[in-house]
């Protein structure tokens, strides 16, 4: 195996004799806006510490490629293997920069001062003869080709969007560079506005790209054979360099405690720290991260994870200075912290209630932080979950039913904005940290009902519940979710639907995993209605039954569905079963009976 590694700046990386390539099959661009947000936070810090005559180092990690040479031509082309999602957001942040610094300039040189305009314009004309394009010559001929190609489905809309031609977005993927670009924007904007004269904003901006030419840096890991070059990438994205934050911090704390603390602390701190990293089913990096944010409120940033874990938990470990008694104290008891709230994590994401007995709690209640975490996979309330382990049961189950609820309708239908929901999170996760004999619920549930007003109102929820159809590609969960859910409150509904939601029978637990969804007009059925087969897959015409009830009812028609659906122990069937006859009409009426009540009992 040949694998040529090279630490160099991002600036040099870019502007090498060379072109990246990703291949046609990886995932297209994925950067969301909590990524985006975390990456101009690290180039702030950079420049910051640039405005303050100081250098501050940021290493972006890994850049994997292979070989891929381009038949009569003399550049080096590398198949991106690993790295697309930064290298494509480098390239925006510098194709941004030469617009911010072209649109300067014009405005300057209308009567400004012309060193400055004819430093931004000439900046400017690097920026895109040394990033945006690469000369190459092919066959006897000169041709301009892009330094960088992006997969097959967003090499053309990242190809115009860079040329400040965006095309309509088509995809996810589109709506996601757009963004981050767009992002980009506003970022040099606020800091060209921060600033009064033309040299002072011509400053600013040739700070931003003193930090990417040279103070932000990565490893190119160039492999001849693209079989190296996977098994690199293999290697580096196993579990366990998962653990190389989580090892550092058990080895800098018991270093720092060894000269003061006696031996029986120093057992008590490496069994803590044992136990915090031999969780196999945890991700030890994304684990910090969570109890991170649950104690501080903020998430630390993607690269400098381990420096805001000391900074922010560990300060004394930051000064270098031996530590006082007091110091030893603080870190022992901070790491006893961690294993606690470690062990809280590992038993929450196996979907397990944590260790708070009452009389009161039963099997429907512990299913509800199941369903929320391991089957709706909402992880973004983990750090508030792992704060509310500190309250008493019966309110961490009422903040368990507020978030299932709320995460449904905010995330999982509405897509509400991730970042306002995490800030909720995080802040509530140290109201509860702070004083747990005094935190109010109904603090969070007024603040998740704001964001529910602002992103997920009435008319969005009511729309995304109305589109919820049986899916042929993607995920049956959400559907499956919905129904089920709705089970549980019908009958509170068919009462009148008054006060919170409430759950009538608290001593049945539906087994979500082994319920499948059925068709009540059949998909293949014996004789097709052909005013029926268009509204096979809407919400209307799909039910709930064990796997024991679909087999019998098979590909039966309603009449003879009718009797398994009577004899089923749950309400939304005999509902079903309690109509003469399945026609167009009694689908959509039940699909608008179904949107209400989920109206009803998605509330906080």
């Not at 008590?268 to 031999?278: G, K, Q």
């Not at 109890?291 to 690269?303: K, M, R």
């Not at 300060?315 to 294993?339: C, F, H, N």
């Not at 935190?439 to 602002?454: E, H, P, Q, T």
Request: charged share 25%; net charge negative; proline share 5%.
């Amino acid at each position: 195996m040949l694998i040529l590694p090279n630490h160099l700046a991002i600036g040099a990386l870019l502007a090498s004799n060379g072109t990246f390539q990703v291949p046609r099959y990886q995932r297209n661009y994925a950067w969301r806006s909590e990524e985006i947000a975390a990456f101009l936070k690290d180039l702030d810090l950079c420049r910051r510490a640039r405005a303050d005559n100081q250098r501050r180092h940021h290493f972006f990690g890994g850049v994997v490629t292979a070989n891929s040479p381009v038949p009569g031509s003399s550049r080096q082309n590398h198949e991106l293997i690993d790295g697309q999602q930064r290298l494509a957001t480098f390239l925006m942040l510098l194709v941004k920069l030469r617009q911010a610094m072209t649109s300067l300039a014009g405005h300057v040189g209308a009567g400004g001062p012309q060193p400055v305009a004819t430093f931004l314009e000439q900046t400017a004309k690097i920026l895109s003869e040394r990033y945006e394009t690469h000369k190459d010559t092919i066959n006897l001929t000169v041709v301009s080709v892009p330094r960088l190609e992006l997969s097959l489905p967003d090499r053309a809309f990242f190809s115009a969007l860079l040329q400040g031609a965006p095309e309509a977005a088509t995809r996810r993927s589109h709506e996601r560079l757009r963004d981050a670009f767009g992002a980009m924007g506003i970022y040099l904007d606020d800091l060209l506005a921060s600033v009064e004269t033309p040299a002072d904003k011509a400053q600013c901006l040739d700070t931003v790209l003193k930090v990417i030419e040279e103070d932000w840096t990565v490893i190119h890991m160039s492999a001849q054979q693209k079989s190296d070059a996977y098994m690199l990438f293999q290697v580096l994205n196993d579990r366990g360099l998962n653990l190389t934050e989580g090892e550092l911090l058990r080895a800098s704390t018991l270093e720092a405690l060894e000269p003061i603390a006696p031996a029986a602390e120093m057992q008590a701190v490496e069994r803590c720290w044992d136990n915090i990293l031999s969780g196999m089913d945890l991700d030890i990096q994304k684990g910090l991260s969570w109890v991170y944010a649950s104690q501080i409120g903020d998430w630390p940033g993607h690269a400098t994870l381990l420096s805001d874990i000391e900074q922010n938990l560990f300060p004394a470990l930051s000064t270098g200075a031996p530590l006082t008694r007091a110091q030893a104290d603080d870190i022992t008891a901070t790491v006893k912290v961690l294993e606690r709230d470690f062990g809280e994590l590992g038993t929450i994401l196996r979907g397990e209630w944590p260790a708070l007995p009452h009389q009161q709690i039963v099997g429907w209640d512990k299913d509800r932080l199941r369903l929320l975490v391991v089957h709706l996979r909402q992880t973004d309330c983990l750090p508030l979950l792992i704060a509310a382990t500190l309250l008493a049961a019966a309110d961490f189950s009422s903040i368990v039913q507020m978030l299932e609820r709320f995460c449904f309708r905010y995330a999982v239908m509405a897509e509400g904005p991730r970042l306002e929901a995490q800030r909720v999170f995080n802040t509530q996760a140290v109201a509860i940290r702070r004083d747990p004999a005094n935190f109010s619920v109904g603090d969070l549930a007024r603040d998740l009902r704001d964001l529910i007003a602002r992103h997920a109102p009435d008319d969005v929820f009511a729309a995304r519940l109305g589109g919820l159809h049986y899916p042929r590609s993607e995920s049956k969960k959400p559907l499956k979710y919905f129904l089920m859910s709705l089970e549980h409150y019908v009958r509170w509904y068919d009462e009148g639907a008054q006060g919170k939601p409430v759950c009538r029978d608290r001593m049945r637990v539906l087994d979500f995993d082994n319920a499948t969804i059925e068709h009540i007009y059949a998909e293949n059925a014996g004789q097709p209605d052909l005013q029926l087969t268009p509204l096979i897959d809407t919400l209307g015409n799909l039910t709930i039954l064990s796997p024991a009830e679909n087999d019998a009812a098979g590909a039966k028609g309603f009449t003879a569905k009718r009797p398994y659906l009577q004899a089923s122990t749950s309400t939304l069937n005999q509902q079903i079963a309690a109509e003469t006859d399945w026609t167009p009409q009694i689908v959509r009426a039940r699909q608008e009976r179904l949107v209400k009540i989920g109206l009803r009992v998605f509330v906080v």
